[in-house]
């Protein structure tokens, strides 16, 4: 069974400053996706990025941005230049091979310090 | 092109009811999926619907079930409700094209009392 472990339940950050949030995966898999989505109050998960497994290239959104280490199967998430509206709960998720089905990690709550 | 809608937003129960929760998927998308999210569980995966099958299921209760129609809406029923089943229902739909990317509802709160 996958297994995704995010160890910081809780982290924290000044405004405009850069935070890492960590996620580590369990696959048999050589082709995959895994996911950053963002959970605001409004309790809507959204996307923040995707990571194909078989690129090299690490995955980048604006802001956002991934340090994906296949080998190590860690997939974790930086947000730079910090905003308030960054605060939420950010989930990793890795999707089964050929399946819609998530496997979530538990979350970080983000907080973000004016 | 409209997201995916989950209806109702909110619902009051009372043990030993039960409930349905419907979700329509973005235009297009053949496959839903739902999630149950609780404080002390986090995001756990309850069934996945494509073309009207049920092609996973997670580790519930039979108490929990849910069909898809023929255009792709979903429904999902819990019997027997128990206070347990307080939780954010989450819908997510995905398509073909968008390798295993879901894109999800803005849930249902269900409250059991």
């Known amino acids: 069974a996958q297994t995704v472990t995010q160890s910081q339940p809780e982290m924290s950050v000044q405004e405009a400053e850069t935070v890492t949030l960590s996620c580590t995966y369990d696959?048999?898999?050589?082709?995959?996706?895994l996911f950053w989505y963002k959970q605001p109050p409004s309790r809507q998960m959204i996307l923040v990025i995707r990571?194909?497994?078989?690129?090299?290239q690490n995955a980048t959104e604006n802001r956002f941005s991934v340090n994906f280490q296949k080998a190590a199967k860690s997939f974790s998430l930086k947000i730079s230049d910090s905003q308030l509206g960054d605060a939420a709960m950010y989930f990793c998720?890795?999707?089964?091979?050929?399946?819609?089905?998530?496997?979530f990690g538990k979350g970080t709550k983000l907080s973000v310090i004016p | 092109k409209a997201g995916v809608t989950q209806t109702p937003r909110y619902l009051i129960k009372t043990r030993g009811q039960q409930v349905t929760l419907s979700c329509s998927p973005i235009?297009?998308?053949?496959?839903v999926s739902w999630y149950q999210q609780t404080p002390g569980q986090g995001l756990q995966f309850l069934f996945e619907?494509?073309?009207?099958?049920?092609?996973n299921k997670g580790n519930f209760p039979g108490r929990f079930s849910g069909r898809q129609f023929s255009n792709s809406r979903s429904e999902m029923n819990v019997s027997t409700l128990e206070l347990g089943d307080s939780a954010l229902y989450l819908c997510?739909?995905?398509?073909?094209?968008?390798?295993?990317?879901?894109?999800f509802g803005q849930g249902t709160r269900l409250t059991v009392v």
């Open positions: 990571q194909e497994a078989y690129k090299q």
């Open positions: 997510a739909s995905s398509s073909r094209d968008s390798r295993s990317l879901a894109f």
């Open positions: 235009s297009g998308h053949r496959s």
């Open positions: 619907y494509f073309s009207e099958t049920q092609r």
């Open positions: 696959t048999s898999e050589s082709d995959y996706y």
């Open positions: 998720a890795y999707p089964g091979a050929g399946s819609y089905q998530l496997t």
